[in-house]
């Protein structure tokens, strides 16, 4: 079975997984079987990992175990060489998950660089990244420093392994901490089937499918088409893709966490939301504080307070704010034009945090305007298969030239036939930008959930419509990452 079908968004996943990892987790939780619930969630996980490829199964359950194991020795430490050994065991497992993420993900880009400047051919290895690396990477860490740093106890083996193996949030995130979830799951009475619960995971759920299927899948289809050949494309067909795949990245990788939220409400669990309108942000401070909440937030805990310290001054804070973008930017891809990505979002959150300081601010539109300019930029620069596609893009944005000798009713017809061969698209993002920009985010809607026809009615619309759509589903695109 191919990992497409154990996507969220598929016949396989909705339903065939879903219902009897569901229904027979909650029937072992009445029957007050509570080990054994967790272990059938455990097991279920694990065979929702093993989809992608059977033969990374192993590598991620001794990942998993390995860190376990020494998380737990960090946290028994005692005795007079207590603090030397947490430091030994905390190295060795950073070792262990660094030198893991790093083999798989940039064997290839070391291999290319390296050939680069010395000239030589060496091959590449082409290795193939074990689904969802990069996310339970961060997750161990975290479960790592915080044994080190004393914020975790000696969890039962179940709870942890439930926390790190939790199907909603695997794969893509939310990137969730133990101190969110462990509690929930050792939480007995947390365990038993909550109506309201189920209905709002329900709702969610349907508003990440269609935010997904409806929204993202097409505009993204129609931005990588443009992407894979820009040579033969004319201003028109170059702002649509470069704005559709910036409306698409927010839909695709939003929706993904609105069906996980909602998955984990099915079993009464909370996960962390992951997104806030980040497209209304008035700066790149804002902006970061918006868009993938969980990982700014590992981010900032494990990298930008490993570097800065309160009250160490300006320098060492702008200094931390970039070796955390740097880190961001080389996590979220092996290439010189995700470094580059990363410094530039550096440089903009330092100017944002500068001028916030010197309380200097522009009139809300103008800076919600430069921001959004800023966003697109960057996902220009993101999204390319090179740093010089990515110019070559830009360049394309504002190369005119075609339109030379041309009259303003000549210009308009262009405008005119252009609309119309590629209505569906705009129709589309004109529908996602109205979204982005003017509606209620999940959070906001769902605040004051309670179940209603009302809900029901929007559940129901918003399914229905995206599984006739789910004929032609894609990966999620931080798949990749």
Known sequence: MGFLSMIFSTYTFIFMFLPITFLTYTILNKLKLYPVAKLWLVLASFYFYAQGSIKYLPLFVGCVFINYII???????????????????????????????????????????????????????????????????????????????????????????????????????????????????????????????????????????????????????????????????????????????????????????????????????????????????????????????????????????????????????????????????????????????????????????????HNLKLPFALAWFLTFVGIVGTRILFVSLSTSQAFDVMKKMFNFSEFKGFGVDKIFNSVVIFTAYNLYIIVVLVIAMCIAFFAKNTREITDKFTPNYKYAIWAAVLFVLSVFQMTAVSKFLYFQF
């Open 71 to 357: 998380g737990t020795m960090i946290v028994q430490a005692s005795g007079p060489y207590a603090l030397r050994n947490k430091r030994i065991l905390l190295a060795l497992g950073l070792i262990q998950n660094i030198g893991l993420l790093g083999y798989y993900k940039y064997t290839d880009f070391f291999i290319k660089s390296y050939n680069t400047v010395s000239g030589e051919a060496i091959p590449l290895r082409n290795l193939i990244l074990p689904i969802g690396i990069s996310f339970f990477t961060f997750q161990l860490i975290a479960f790592l420093v915080d044994s080190y740093r004393g914020e975790t106890k000696e969890y039962s083996v179940i709870d942890y392994l439930i926390f790190i193996t939790f199907f909603p949030q695997l794969i893509v995130g939310p990137i969730t901490h133990h101190k969110e979830i462990v509690p929930q799951f050792e939480d007995e009475k947390q365990s038993s089937f909550n109506k309201q619960s189920f209905m709002l995971g329900l709702f969610v759920f349907s508003i990440g499918c269609a935010k997904k299927i409806l929204l993202a899948d097409p505009l993204t289809a129609y931005a990588q088409q443009f992407f894979l050949n820009i040579a033969d494309a004319g201003v028109f067909k170059t702002w649509l893709s470069v704005i559709a795949y910036t409306f698409s990245y927010y839909f695709d990788l939003s929706g993904y966490a609105d069906m996980a939220i909602g998955l984990g409400l099915f079993f009464n669990i909370k996960l962390p939301q992951n997104f806030d309108s980040p497209y209304k942000a008035r700066n790149f401070r804002e902006y970061w504080r918006r868009w993938h909440i969980t990982l700014s937030r590992f981010l900032s805990d494990y990298v930008f307070r490993s570097v800065y310290k309160k009250g160490a001054g300006s320098f060492m804070f702008y200094t931390a704010v970039m070796i955390t973008f740097l880190v961001s930017g080389f996590w979220h891809g092996a290439g010189w034009r995700f470094i580059l990505w990363g410094v530039i979002n550096g440089i903009l959150v330092c100017a944002a945090h500068f001028m916030t300081r």
